[in-house]
């Protein structure tokens, strides 16, 4: 039989995904060769570049590592993985020098210092932002003029990987569809993936339409191990403007002041939790879900907070708000939860690797145990560059010096390849996951949303978006209580029996998806020899 590819590449390293992750890794692989995967051209597609609220680091005065590493810990709900974040969070300060270093222009003070916000659950002022509310597009800058600086570094846009490439128990490389439509094998010492998040799967987000999970079916269809799916994080405050994907409203303006208020101009969070707007997203997302589901309007007003200075503090989401024919500056803006961030994924350890000898994941598509059952605002670009950049360096130091003949390469998944890799999303998908994995889930909506999805991941071909949507589903029926982000109405306490991760390996029947829930331990444990 002949090989399904009409090409075949060979490099050192192949990196999936070129947010802020993806490129952090390829910075630290360069020189050597190094194939970079983009599904579009640069800074379009990536959730990086559409980061309004910065990237935390204990830099400022009366800081400390130590008191980040409790803030993220008290947001995680009791499942975050300590010694994960202690890593996470004294490696920021550096970072963020590195990041200076390689030209990112973050907000200063009138005497040069950083210029500090503070968002919701931290206990200190230690956000950074670059244009006021543009901190993400600015990443992606600088980190891929320094890439593109780099030897070595080959950018494939427009490229969907396909499947991984596997030689004996070992991932080897991947099959990827090019701009041009040809099939293109990538051989490689190791694989780095950095594919983003799955928030494009429900109804309502403010992610792209990439971030469709295409990571974790990669993963998933080689056996490596995944963790934590059911944990999806809902942003409060997207602009109810009908857009899709819906307008991101930063955190940032709630920790400058601006507050959320109904159609009667009344206040609602302080009744909920003694934070108000500063408590953690999930408590924050779920009171206004209750307050909508109770009839009323919300907004966010921002008026007393900032007036005239909105546009010049927070110029991405003014420019939002005057595309959809609002002016934050002298009304409230409506305001809806969604789908935002994917804390689960696939299981790694401190330095990104898979339970997969020569398969790494790294930023939204891994699972290291830093954000546990609930994100700390702004901590996910700060772990996309310090664990994409350990990923990058471990992946080859870790990794055979040749790759072995081609022959001995088999498909992962065998030749059930996706027919149209740039479809959008089955509206189906999307709606089943909004309405039965949302805010707020209980068992029979989440078991009818299972078995559905898991049909439709039985189609030849066409269900990676399905089986990804069927694991979801099937890891918060698993989970018997309410803890952080995932919320079942059936089990509404947090129960201490469930005080451990989630860990599952997935097999395939026929394209359909068969989860096998582990006993629980910590991902990285699970890391392979490599």
């Known amino acids: 039989m ?21 490129l952090a890794a390829a910075l630290a692989a360069a020189p050597l060769r190094i194939d970079l995967l983009a599904r579009r051209p640069l800074g379009e597609g990536v959730a990086t570049g559409l980061a309004q609220g910065g990237i935390a680091a204990a830099v400022g005065a009366g800081d400390s590592p130590a008191l980040h590493l409790a803030d993220t810990l008290a ?5 975050a993985d300590a010694a994960a974040v202690r890593s996470l969070v004294e490696a920021a300060p550096a970072a963020i020098e590195r990041l200076v270093a390689t030209g990112t222009r ?10 500090l916000g503070r968002e919701a659950a931290h206990s200190r002022r230690r956000v950074l932002h670059a244009e006021g509310d543009a ?6 800058r600088a980190l891929s003029e320094a890439v593109a600086a780099r030897p070595g570094v080959s950018r494939c846009d427009g490229a969907t990987a396909l499947a991984l490439a596997r030689e004996g128990d070992r991932i080897a490389g991947l099959l990827a569809r090019h701009a041009d439509g040809q099939l293109v094998l990538h051989r490689a010492r190791a694989v780095v993936l950095a594919t983003g998040g799955s928030g494009a799967l429900f109804l309502h987000t403010t992610n792209p339409a990439e971030a469709d999970g295409g990571g974790l079916w990669l993963a998933a269809r080689a056996g490596a191990l995944l963790a934590d799916l059911e944990f999806v994080q809902f942003h409060p405050t997207a602009l109810a403007s009908g857009a899709d994907p819906l307008p991101l409203v930063t955190e940032a303006l709630r ?6 208020i109904d159609e009667c101009g009344e206040r609602f969070l302080p009744a909920v939790d003694p934070a108000a707007e500063l408590a953690p997203r999930d408590l924050v997302a779920r009171a206004i879900w209750a307050h909508l589901a109770a009839g009323h309007r919300v907004f966010l007003d921002a008026r007393a907070a900032l007036g005239e200075r909105f546009p010049g503090h927070f110029p991405s989401v003014f420019r939002s708000c005057r595309e959809a024919g609002l002016d934050p500056r002298r009304e409230p803006l409506p305001v809806v939860p969604a789908a935002h961030y994917q804390m689960g994924g696939v299981a790694t350890d401190g330095h990104g690797r898979s339970s997969l000898p020569g398969l790494w994941a790294v930023g939204e598509v891994a699972s290291t145990g830093v954000h546990g059952a609930n994100r700390l605002a702004s901590n996910s670009l700060l772990e996309a560059v310090v664990f994409g950049a350990r990923a990058g360096g471990d992946a080859l130091a870790a990794s055979p010096a040749r790759p072995r003949p081609a022959a001995r390469l088999l498909l992962c998944g065998g030749d059930d390849l996706p027919a149209d890799d740039r479809a959008p999303v089955p509206p189906e998908v999307r709606r089943r996951m909004w309405e039965a994995v949302g805010l707020v889930r209980e068992r029979a909506g989440l078991a009818e949303a299972a078995e559905r999805l898991t049909g439709l991941a039985g189609r030849p071909g066409e269900g990676r978006r399905a089986a990804v949507a069927a694991l979801v589903a099937r890891a918060a029926l698993a989970r018997e209580e309410s803890r952080g982000a995932h919320f079942r109405s059936d089990f509404p306490q947090t129960d201490p029996a469930w005080a451990h991760r989630t860990l599952l390996e997935v ?14 331990e910590r991902p990285a444990a699970a890391g392979g020899a490599r």
């Not at 090409?7 to 999936?16: K, N, P, T």
């Not at 901190?135 to 992606?140: A, M, N, V």
């Not at 920790?255 to 959320?260: K, R, T």
Request: hydrophobic share 45%; aromatic share 6%; proline share 6%.
């Open 255 to 260: 920790g400058e002041g601006a507050v959320l």
């Open 75 to 79: 947001a995680a709900a009791g499942l």
């Open 106 to 115: 973050f907000d200063r003070e009138a005497d040069g210092t950083l210029a």
């Open 507 to 520: 097999t395939f029947d026929g394209g359909r998806p068969e989860p096998r829930f582990l006993a629980p």
């Open 2 to 22: 002949s090989a399904p590819w009409q090409e075949e590449r060979r490099a050192d390293l192949v990196v999936v995904g070129a947010g802020a992750a993806g």
């Open 135 to 140: 901190t993400g597009r600015e990443l992606l």
